[in-house]
């Protein structure tokens, strides 16, 4: 099979911006469930009781499925309100070139990402953090601090600030620009506090 291009930033904008337009509730609520019930009968995938199957061929079913689900459905933009399709050997060549390890971090609080495969004894990354919760600015440095000094967490995630200075970081406003860079600053101290300023965010 010959290898398919890399589709850019600009190409993909341009097949948003004449990809089928779609509200986000139709999106939502219709388009992505009436196409995984229609993926799912076509290949018969039934969990059980298995959160994550080891049966060879149900993951299988289940990464033919995706790709399908994937090629009939395509990507939705909600700024746009428009669809960008992708073809098969798009998604394959894509996860061809996917990189195999991630290097999180630096220097001794660096963290090597790999893949795993099914049943890998090798310990998974372990991130820690309120993921996208708000917090309160008066907390949230000690929040992170506390995440960043248990050993067993690798990365840090952050939460939302809920207001700066006072002020809810309302979208498109300063207010949010501020809150953005108030959010990776106290990210920052926390890690420091807890002597591990070279974690990953």
């Known amino acids: 099979m010959t290898a398919q291009k890399p589709?850019?930033?600009f190409e993909a904008y341009d097949r948003?911006?004449?990809?089928k337009k779609v509200r986000e509730d139709t999106w939502d609520y219709v388009t992505v469930p009436n196409n995984?019930?229609?993926?799912r009968s076509r290949y018969g995938i039934d969990f059980g009781?298995?959160?994550?199957p080891d049966d060879k061929e149900l993951i299988d079913k289940l990464f033919r499925a995706g790709v399908d689900m994937l090629v009939e459905t395509g990507f939705f933009n909600p700024d746009m309100g428009r669809v960008m399709m992708v073809t098969e050997s798009e998604i394959l060549e894509g996860i061809r070139k996917a990189p195999k390890k991630l290097r999180l971090g630096s220097g001794k609080d660096e963290v090597v990402c790999e893949r795993r495969r099914g049943n890998s004894h090798a310990r998974p990354i372990i991130q820690g953090g309120p993921t996208g919760a708000p917090v309160s600015e008066d907390l949230f440095v000690t929040m992170m601090q506390g995440y960043a000094?248990?050993?067993?967490v690798d990365t840090l995630v952050s939460g939302v600030m809920s207001t700066v200075e006072g002020h809810a970081p309302i979208a498109n406003t300063p207010w949010e620009i501020?809150?953005?860079v108030a959010e990776i600053r106290a990210?920052?101290?926390?890690?420091?506090?807890?002597?591990r300023p070279g974690m990953g965010i």
């Open 16 to 19: 948003f911006a004449t990809g």
């Open 49 to 52: 009781k298995e959160i994550i």
């Open 178 to 180: 501020k809150a953005t």
């Open 187 to 195: 990210v920052r101290e926390g890690m420091y506090r807890a002597g």
């Open 36 to 39: 995984v019930a229609l993926i």
């Open 7 to 9: 589709v850019t930033i």
């Open 149 to 152: 000094q248990e050993p067993i």
